[in-house]
């Protein structure tokens, strides 16, 4: 563990992984904390329970906005639990100076997703710090969900399922991207930020056996089939022809040497679904605008317990490790 604190630290990938486990889970250690999942699972599984912050620059970008992000954000981690978003919190730290009709613009995103979710804000707080203090501004949600499916865990994958991802990776980051270093493009590209609980509330409602959920956000797929190899002593094999990117990411990639498959995203997920159920979960998964690219990418093996393996399509194979470093700094 270092002596002080990189911006590598907050990636989601193995710099992240080292100060929550070292640092926070150390003190905090318990029976819930340790199941590591989206929302933690409380009230004798009835509820489920998340929090999150958000400090993205900038805070108005293609697609969304931090007040989208930071609604998108809290409730798509209790709908991975198979949860219906049902109360936030929201707390706010503006720094002085901040106009007053952006924080109206970021107030009204927030409110317009929170209906989509079908959820409420029942409570808050509002801090105001110097100028300097802060940037601009920085969000905290916290969100409490109703569990209408109970089981779901990222502790529980087997060879008996196969793994789907909803839509194109890595927009959600290469869209910051275009926006901070202020480059045109002539493409639609824009962040994959959306509410996530009408997707799930469609699959649960078809009886789909859903193993584990995971919104693909910080360090991306990557992270989270590297976290669900270990949780659940696995080998995930994956075709990399099947990722769906998009061309504009590819470009982005290309062009810095980023991997798609690490770059963060706010609407993509991964599911862990039984193999019967997987054809019939992308098909309804399809019936969605935004997941014409649902697929399945992966399956589950024994061939090497807690790693993530990706095939070429020219027939070799490499280990698809957690990511390290911080590609982008301040995306969510």
């Given at each position: 563990m270092t002596k002080t604190i990189s911006l590598a630290c907050g990636n989601g990938g193995e710099e992240n992984n080292e100060l929550i486990s070292k640092v926070f889970?150390?003190?905090?250690?318990?029976e819930i904390l340790d199941k590591s999942e989206d929302a933690?699972?409380?009230?004798?599984?009835e509820l489920a329970f998340s929090t999150d912050s958000f400090t993205v620059s900038p805070l108005f970008f293609a697609g969304a906005d931090i007040g989208k992000?930071?609604?998108?954000?809290?409730?798509?981690?209790?709908?991975?639990?198979?949860?219906?978003?049902?109360?936030?919190?929201?707390?706010?730290i503006i720094e002085e100076g901040f106009e007053t009709r952006e924080l109206e613009r970021i107030v009204r995103s927030m409110k317009k997703e929170l209906e989509i979710n079908g959820a409420i804000v029942v409570?808050?707080?509002?801090?105001?710090?110097?100028?300097?203090?802060?940037d601009k501004i920085f969000i905290n949600t916290s969100g409490i969900g109703e569990v209408i499916k109970k089981g779901?865990?990222?502790?529980?994958i087997t060879k008996d399922d196969v793994i789907i991802i909803n839509r194109d990776v890595g927009c959600?980051?290469?869209?910051?991207?275009?926006?901070?270093?202020?480059?045109?493009m002539s493409s639609s590209l824009k962040s994959d930020c959306e509410s996530l609980y009408p997707q799930v509330k469609a699959l649960l409602d078809a009886g789909i056996k859903i193993t584990a959920m995971r919104d693909a956000t910080r360090g991306g797929v990557s992270a989270v089939l590297n976290e669900w190899s270990r949780q659940s002593n696995v080998c995930i094999e994956v075709e990399e022809e099947s990722i769906p990117v998009s061309d504009e990411v590819k470009g982005i990639c290309e062009m810095l040497g980023f991997e798609a498959a690490s770059l963060a995203n706010e609407g993509t997920f991964v599911l862990a679904v039984n193999h019967e159920d997987a054809p019939r979960a992308v098909e309804i998964l399809k019936t969605f605008e935004s997941c014409s690219r649902a697929t399945i990418i992966a399956k589950v093996t024994d061939t090497h317990p807690k790693k993530v393996v990706l095939n070429s399509s020219w027939g070799t194979s490499r280990f698809l490790d957690t990511p390290s470093g911080e590609l982008l700094p301040r995306i969510c």
């Open positions: 889970y150390k003190a905090f250690k318990n933690a699972i409380i009230h004798n599984g992000l930071a609604v998108c954000g809290t409730c798509n981690d209790l709908a991975m639990m198979g949860a219906k978003p049902k109360y936030l919190t929201c707390s706010v409570s808050g707080d509002t801090k105001v710090v110097p100028r300097g203090s802060v779901i865990s990222s502790n529980n959600h980051g290469a869209a910051i991207f275009v926006a901070r270093e202020g480059i045109e």
